[in-house]
């Protein structure tokens, strides 16, 4: 069976559907995957090629000493 009538038959479903129970839970569940969605939408994960490539600068940072402590950054947030 294609997906357009799987579809099909979802919405015959729903049409008949007279248990408010399992329609809300229908419903929530819709509204669950549509958040997800959106948050998968606003991440934007990082190629292997910007992954690599950050870990490179941040090793020349280090190296050239551009860094801070724990204990830099622990006293820096008391000031917060």
């Known amino acids: ?3 357009q009538t799987r579809k099909l038959k979802a919405i015959e479903y729903l049409i008949g559907l007279r248990d408010e129970k399992l329609l809300r839970k229908i419903e929530s569940t819709i509204i669950e995957v549509q958040k997800q969605q959106t948050i998968q939408r606003k991440l934007n994960p990082l190629s292997a090629e910007q992954l690599v490539e950050r870990a ?18 622990e006293k820096e947030s008391e000031n917060w």
């Open 56 to 73: 490179n600068k941040s090793t020349q940072d280090y190296l050239a000493g551009r860094f801070k402590t724990q204990e830099q950054l």
């Open 1 to 3: 069976m294609d997906l």
